[in-house]
């Protein structure tokens, strides 16, 4: 059996110490443990050098485990104790689950479902610009590119556009209604078409490019299944589309479409336009792709074709991409879509109050220096130092209890904790001092800025706030005066 060292600082201790008995009562680790306080009161404090005095050789251990917010390398740490080293959760009452992570790794980088991202003004755009935008919805999870043709609007460029596009190693797909262009798309290289219905089934002998088939209007079923047959009989590669419809005009009744179409073509790559409800329902995008490539993965529908016009549904190429991989593993492993990864959580956390209200007051107590801690619990938001603990929901109710009124720089740094403190709070949202709000795939996140939030408090004076790290080992802090190594 593993046995595992936990390192911990003074005031983390208990509380490591019975998360982890809690787990060993819930039912038999896979390891054994021990607890290692190695004589600091902040646990995120450590650092490998740190460690490595403090921690002596050899350790009796297969693997040690440090502090989430332990920052340095840690690959320095393995090779001079002979073990793997690795950092815990940012939160102690997140082992469990990061154990549990751990025992079933998760591999998102598969994904069935292909991501069209289309192009809307392709025709206002030069071919520079077209290029641009197209690197842009690549790095976003893009794998083809659609250039979307206006009604009435000349594309005189869409020749060069295309070829621009290919010789820079694009797939793309010209998206109109308009037979000349979809001819002049394929013969400049188009990989796909869309789209085709009965009567420009014609096109697709014309040019070799891959048509996406219709029905002559969406609820016309027969006509898409004749013209998938035809092109099945020539030995044709193409995608068929049910046309999916927006809330209220028939978006229940399309979904049937696909699934009847599924059921009629056992083997057919399906294409499923999902912009008819991410663009035209105002609500959050990143559940509305969860829900859609959720039914994706069960169609094994082969791709969808996505846009970003309004600006709510800015981020749904990346959503799409996150959501096509959780599904995917979800549908490949036959399990829930829980526990594969919280990116497309964006608004709520799972599990946004690691602390009690009581646990929170019980660690308060022990707190002997001025800096002040904050953390968040169903109740509201909690500020404690050697004076006390402070409760409100409101920072503007802290305020005068905090007596920073002499002190800009403090004010500040507490004033912008606060405000993050709040939103989590009225949000459900977990909240990590000195770390910004996750939002998932929703805002680039930078995956480490507690070094810079340092640096900024350090540069405000001599009096500065410290996270709620001294209470729960995990988050980084910032100390009243110049740290030292002990």
Same mark, same amino acid.
């Given at each position: 059996m593993d046995h595992l060292v936990f390192l911990t600082g003074r005031l983390?201790?208990? &509380?490591? !110490?019975?998360?982890? =008995?809690?787990?060993?009562?819930?039912?038999? *680790?896979?390891?054994?443990?021990?607890?290692?306080?190695?004589?600091?009161?902040?646990?995120?404090?450590?650092?490998?050098?740190?460690?490595?005095?403090?921690?002596?050789?050899?350790?009796?251990?297969?693997k040690l485990i440090v502090p989430g917010r332990c920052r340095g390398d840690l690959s320095e740490l393995s090779a001079h104790y002979g073990l793997p080293v690795e950092r815990g959760p940012e939160e102690l009452k997140d082992l469990p689950q990061h154990f549990k992570l751990a %025992?079933?790794?998760?591999? @998102?980088? !598969?994904?069935?479902?292909?991501?069209?991202?289309?192009?809307? $003004?392709?025709?206002?755009?030069?071919?520079?610009?077209?290029?641009?935008?197209?690197?842009?919805?690549?790095?976003?999870?893009?794998?083809?590119?659609?250039?979307?043709?206006?009604?009435?609007?000349?594309?005189?460029?869409?020749?060069?556009?295309?070829?621009?596009?290919k010789d820079a190693g694009f797939q793309v797909s010209v998206d109109s209604l308009q037979p000349e262009e979809l001819l002049r798309g394929g013969r400049a290289g188009a990989d796909y078409l869309l789209s085709l219905p009965p009567s420009l089934l014609w096109i697709a002998d014309e040019v070799p490019s891959t048509p996406v088939l219709i029905g002559r209007e969406p609820a016309d079923e027969e006509g898409l299944a004749s013209s998938i047959e035809a092109l099945q009989r020539r030995g044709r590669a193409f995608l068929a589309d049910a046309i999916l419809d927006p809330i209220p005009f028939g978006l229940t009744r399309s979904i049937v479409r696909y699934q009847r179409l599924r059921d009629r073509f056992p083997e057919a790559p399906i294409l499923m336009g999902v912009g008819n409800l991410t663009e035209l329902t105002e609500a959050d995008t990143s559940g509305i792709h969860a @829900?859609?490539? =959720?039914?994706?993965?069960?169609?094994?529908? %082969?791709?969808?074709?996505?846009?970003?016009?309004? %600006?709510?549904?800015?981020?749904?190429? !990346?959503?799409?991409?996150? &959501?096509? !991989?959780?599904?995917?593993? &979800?549908?490949?492993?036959?399990? *829930?879509?829980? =526990?594969?990864?919280?990116?497309?959580?964006?608004?709520?956390?799972?599990?946004?109050?690691?602390?009690t209200p009581d646990e929170i007051a019980a660690t308060a107590v022990q707190v002997r220096d001025p800096n002040f801690r904050i953390q968040v619990s169903e109740r509201g938001l909690h500020v404690y130092n050697r004076d006390g603990l402070r409760l409100a929901q409101d920072p503007y109710t802290l305020w005068p209890q905090l007596g920073l009124q002499g002190d800009a720089g403090h004010a500040f740094y507490m004033g912008v904790e606060l405000a993050r403190a709040q939103i989590a709070w009225q *949000?459900?949202?977990?909240?990590?001092?000195?770390?910004? *709000?996750?939002? /998932?795939?929703?805002? $680039?996140?930078? $995956? $480490?800025?507690?070094?810079?939030?340092?640096?900024?408090?350090?540069?405000? /004076?001599?009096?500065?706030?410290?996270?709620?790290?001294?209470a729960t080992g995990s988050p980084a802090s910032t100390p009243s005066r110049p740290a030292t190594s002990p």
């Open positions: 983390a201790e208990p &509380a490591l !110490r019975r998360v982890l =008995g809690d787990m060993a009562e819930g039912g038999a *680790l896979p390891f054994s443990w021990e607890v290692r306080e190695i004589g600091v009161q902040v646990a995120a404090l450590m650092t490998p050098t740190l460690i490595q005095r403090r921690v002596p050789r050899p350790l009796a251990a297969t %025992a079933r790794a998760v591999d @998102l980088s !598969r994904w069935r479902t292909r991501i069209f991202a289309e192009i809307v $003004d392709a025709p206002q755009l030069t071919v520079e610009a077209t290029l641009a935008r197209a690197a842009a919805l690549r790095a976003e999870g893009a794998d083809v590119i659609d250039l979307g043709c206006l009604p009435g609007t000349a594309y005189p460029q869409l020749d060069d556009s295309v070829r621009a596009l @829900l859609l490539l =959720g039914i994706c993965a069960e169609l094994d529908v %082969a791709a969808i074709l996505t846009t970003q016009v309004s %600006a709510h549904a800015r981020r749904a190429v !990346r959503e799409a991409d996150v &959501a096509r !991989r959780v599904m995917h593993v &979800a549908q490949t492993l036959r399990t *829930l879509p829980k =526990g594969l990864g919280d990116a497309l959580l964006t608004t709520h956390s799972k599990q946004p109050w690691p602390d *949000l459900g949202k977990r909240y990590v001092q000195d770390q910004p *709000l996750r939002w /998932g795939v929703a805002a $680039d996140t930078p $995956d $480490d800025v507690s070094g810079l939030t340092q640096d900024n408090a350090a540069a405000c /004076g001599p009096a500065q706030a410290v996270s709620a790290a001294a």
